[in-house]
């Protein structure tokens, strides 16, 4: 059997097994990086070279720094000022959003999830307010939240990983370009219409582990200070990156030491704040990024995607295709997994048609974090679940027209800022 062939079975099997998680994500990963090493597809080096990754030490380093802000407290005491500024429904849902999408951009979306929930639902047995209509908003802000920045999802590292490769990256804050305008249209939306499709259930409280309010009167106030404090500067030194001369990942190792060393954070708090399904799925799915490079077989996914659109497709189509397909699987399957199996087949398709890799993977990634419509598409979804009391068709209510949206909004912001064929 021809490598192409065993490549595009293994991606077969990666995507099927995405979609039912039959297998853990990361165990599917796994198998698909050893598959390919036991084929002969790939060398050892080869398959497991995107362990070594400097993105890996990245999102390992600010699992760390993120964690010391969460362990402290300090995140909680973030979230908790919602409180402050919003006294009617819409207020709270308007600050929730802001906070939440504020903090995802550069934390876990997953981690920003856990600590905002408990802070709604308290938020919510305080002012009467419904608790599942605040609580829909938490994990589609972080989804929207995570690209205001490079480090705000791992998907936006997948797409980074596979621009250096040939030579090329994002900006630290490029990803915000389309981002941030998403988020505000997001906030926007419910503000004025989307209040009124958001679900309200009736749930006793206390029957969720979210309801247990977590005590950090005991966590010294320099550790929280600190925390926050390491925190900006490592963000800061990223956003720098070429002026300090400093990489990102060593940024944020720094930053996960002094937070080490200081005693902000345990050596055992550090080593569970790191989320090791994450890193070995990102590791294992670059193994098959590589393959369907160097196999050809991204090459001939992409003349099948090119041709069965027409000889002479226009970009915008093509980045609707490309835009629609991430968007959909994203909601079925993992956004992460679902950008690592589309990034290596939209270079492809970019060098098959001398397209920007830029602006094929820039809608690659943004279309991969439309994770709105069910409880299933990201952890932070399937959060929420239990203390909203949702139901399937709750989500696909609050969160399709959001789908739209930051279609739209992606529809004409991609041309403009990353067009498909740059003068």
């Known amino acids: ?106 934390l876990s979306n997953t981690g920003t999830a856990a600590v905002v929930i408990p802070v709604v639902i308290g938020i919510a047995a305080k002012s009467g307010f419904a608790r599942s209509k605040l609580l829909m908003t938490v994990p589609i802000a972080a989804a929207m939240g995570g690209n205001l920045s490079l480090i705000g999802a791992p998907g936006n590292m997948i797409g980074q990983a596979a621009l250096q490769k040939m030579g090329l990256s994002f900006g630290f804050f490029e990803y915000a370009l389309v981002g941030a305008p998403i988020l505000i249209a997001g906030i926007l939306y419910f503000a ?21 309010q977590i005590d950090y009167s005991t966590v010294p106030s320099w550790k929280k200070k600190l925390s926050l404090i390491v925190l900006v500067l490592t963000i800061l030194a990223m956003i720098f990156e070429k002026q300090i001369g400093i990489k990102l990942a060593i940024s944020g190792c720094i930053g ?52 069965s659109a027409g000889k002479d497709v226009s970009p915008f189509v093509l980045l609707v295709v490309v835009f629609t397909i991430a968007c959909i699987l994203t909601n079925f399957m993992s956004n992460t997994a679902t950008t690592a199996l589309l990034v290596p087949v939209s270079i492809s398709i970019a060098t098959g048609m001398g397209a920007d890799p830029r602006a094929v993977i820039m809608a690659t990634v943004i279309g991969g974090s439309c ?47 990353f067009p498909f064929f740059p003068k």
């Open 256 to 307: 996960a030491l002094v937070l080490v060393i200081s005693g902000v954070i345990s050596e055992k708090q550090a080593y569970k704040a790191i989320d090791m399904p994450t890193i070995f799925l990102f590791g294992g799915t670059l193994s098959l990024a590589t393959a369907i490079e160097k196999t050809g077989a991204g090459k001939l996914i992409a003349n099948t995607v090119i041709n």
């Open 192 to 212: 004025l219409f989307g209040y009124k499709l958001l679900p309200e259930k009736s749930r006793n409280a206390g029957d969720t582990t979210f309801d247990q």
């Open 371 to 417: 994770a709105y419509s069910t409880p299933i598409g990201m952890p932070a979804n399937t959060m929420v679940l239990g203390p909203g009391g949702y139901n399937f068709t709750d989500y696909v209510k609050a969160g399709f027209p959001l789908q739209i949206i930051a279609a739209i909004v992606s529809f004409v912001l991609l041309p403009i800022f």
């Open 1 to 106: 059997m021809s490598p192409i062939a065993i490549t595009l079975i293994f991606l077969a099997f990666a995507i099927v097994m995405f979609v039912t998680e039959k297998l853990p994500l990361a165990v599917t990963s796994m198998v698909v990086c050893v598959g390919l090493v036991l084929t002969k597809v790939l060398s050892v080096k080869d398959a497991f070279a995107g362990f070594v990754d400097s993105n890996v030490i990245l999102f390992v380093a600010m699992f760390v720094v993120g964690g010391a802000f969460f362990e402290t407290g300090m995140a909680y005491s973030v979230g908790g000022l919602v409180t402050k500024f919003a006294k009617t429904e819409r207020q709270l849902i308007v600050a929730v959003m802001m906070v939440t999408g504020i903090m995802s951009g550069f």
